[in-house]
């Protein structure tokens, strides 16, 4: 029976190191990532996460590169923690994945103020119990307050800036 033999160097494979961010360098590397270039930053999450980056848009990379950023400089979330959440999620939905899908009412609170400038002019609007006031008239959709200030049809989320483009989990 022969004996295999050792891999050499180039043949062994390790898992890819990650540096460690120094706490001083932590807020000079959050301000780079908005002025950053797409490309800078897909490099940076290559460097960071030792994998390709996901096809999102540019301010989901700047979001997770800070958090990661921040995790690799004053360390992440205690094992305590990360199961404590899971168990809090278990309790939540029973680990059916079918429920974690839906969508809650991820309406504002009442009395919430949403402020948006369009053309020059600011115009308000209070979240209210059952829908929403925007110049002393009641409306049931921000989709509809929108279009009502626009003449054009809107997403009313998008418009006052409550939901970005990127698709949720």
């Known amino acids: 029976m022969s004996r295999p033999t050792p891999l050499n160097a180039s043949e062994r494979t390790s898992p890819p190191t990650i540096a460690a961010i120094l706490p001083a360098d932590v807020l000079g590397r959050l301000a780079t990532l908005k002025t950053a270039a797409t490309v800078d930053l897909k490099d940076q999450w290559r ?17 997770r590169l800070a958090y990661r950023i921040q995790e690799l400089a004053y360390g992440g979330l205690k094992p305590e923690t990360i199961q404590r959440l899971e168990v809090l999620g278990e309790q939540l939905d029973g680990g059916n994945i079918t429920v974690r899908r839906i969508r809650g009412n991820d309406k ?31 409306y049931a959709s921000l989709s509809a307050i929108a279009r009502a200030i626009t003449g054009t049809r809107w997403n009313g989320w998008t418009f006052f800036g409550i939901k970005s483009n990127r698709g949720r989990a």
Request: glycine letters at 10%.
């Open 108 to 138: 504002p609170i009442a009395g919430t103020q949403l402020i948006r400038e369009y053309q020059g002019v600011e115009h308000r609007v209070t979240v209210r119990q059952d829908g929403y006031e925007y110049g002393g008239r009641p």
């Open 47 to 63: 460097s960071l996460f030792a994998a390709e980056p996901p096809p999102y848009n540019r301010r989901f990379l700047e979001s």
